[in-house]
């Protein structure tokens, strides 16, 4: 029977398609462009593509019509404060949708992807599948609407759907066509980035995260949440690794992260006001701060996740972005 991918143009969604299509299953695409506007990271693919949008309810109850499993990728991820109204629309008001959707439709799986910022940072300890949720105000939208759009999905467990959440950590890896991760990186192959933060993430190769998803809606348990985690890097380690590879030299500075914090709230604001993405932003800091030590040790016991070496994803990563710096680009079609 047919899967339905939410969030199918997205870095994640354009690995997670092509396992699936490598398994033999039938795809059903939700995009928000329209059918006939060509999508770099669907091109080729023998999918069936719907226009549909995780906010409107109609359209997901259309989508999900003949649906055996429901991959749920579609998210708004931000890190400046502005647009915390169209993160809750689609992060949370989204994932409501789409559970009240997979119900009507009689859907067997749903697999939910959340994120390990989901999970409340606290102090001096590991971040683990069962600490509690970042529902305080306190905390950035995102993070918060993460939470918010667990529990929705731990409701509709609770109510009978078989669901399951999965957190990935920071996710890189080919296929990607814009992600935010993404953009740093080519920015620091480039050579675009004089200095780096005295911070750090983990990262996980995106084709792991697809593989333990798929192993999710086989044997995840209703209701539980998987952390998907690979490996926590400073930036200083991460350049160190990423900047050889295009013959680059590592920045020598490294901003402290106090010092980082003072500059990022002028950062954001010059941002703002060129319309350029920012990323030295309040809650870009907190990224690299929080979240310091990962440990998903429930998706390695019951779904064998193995994140493989940091190494073999970058240069990977690498290899993709040159080979789309190489490729023509598809023509725009207007709707």
């Known amino acids: 029977m ?14 997670l398609i092509r396992q699936l299509l490598d398994d033999g299953r039938s795809v059903r695409a939700l995009t928000v462009e329209p059918v006939d506007r060509p999508i770099a990271a669907l091109d080729g693919l023998e999918i069936e593509r719907v226009c549909a949008d995780v906010r409107d309810p109609d359209a997901m109850m259309a989508a999900f019509r003949g649906v055996e499993t429901v991959f749920h990728l579609a998210a708004r991820i931000s890190v400046v404060r502005w647009d915390a109204a169209d993160v809750w629309a689609t992060n949370v008001d989204g994932t409501q949708n789409v559970v009240d959707a997979c119900i009507a439709n009689g859907v067997k799986r749903l697999v939910h992807v959340s994120s390990f910022h989901a999970i409340k940072p606290e102090a001096n300890k590991a971040t683990l599948e069962d600490r509690p949720s970042s529902y305080d105000e306190s905390l950035a939208a995102y993070p918060r609407s993460k939470a918010f759009a667990e529990a929705i999905v731990r409701d509709a467990a609770l109510r009978g759907l078989h669901a399951v959440i999965v957190n990935p950590t920071a996710m890189i890896g080919p296929w990607d066509t814009g992600s935010m991760f993404g953009s740093l990186m080519r920015d620091l192959w480039r050579g675009r980035i004089p200095a780096l933060v005295d911070g750090g993430v983990n990262l996980v190769d995106v084709r792991d995260v697809a593989t333990s998803m798929r192993a999710a809606e086989r044997l995840g348990r209703r209701g539980e949440r998987y952390i998907l985690a690979g ?9 160190e690794i990423a900047c050889p590879f295009a013959r680059r030299r590592v920045p020598k500075l490294v901003v402290p992260m106090r010092l980082a914090r003072a500059m990022a709230p002028v950062a954001t604001r010059f941002a703002r006001l060129t319309k350029r993405l920012p990323r030295l932003t ?3 800091l907190l990224a690299l701060s929080d979240h310091r030590v990962v440990i998903g040790g429930r998706a390695m016991e019951e779904l064998g996740h193995r994140p493989r070496r940091i190494e073999e994803t970058i240069a990977d990563t690498y290899m993709w972005f040159c080979n789309l710096d190489a490729a023509p680009q598809p023509a725009r079609v207007r709707s």
Do not use: I, P
Request: proline residues 0%; negative net charge.
């Open 231 to 239: 490996h926590w890097l400073s930036m200083r380690e991460l350049a």
């Open 2 to 15: 047919t899967v339905a991918v939410t969030g199918a143009t997205g870095h994640l969604g354009a690995n």
């Open 282 to 284: 309040e809650q870009a």
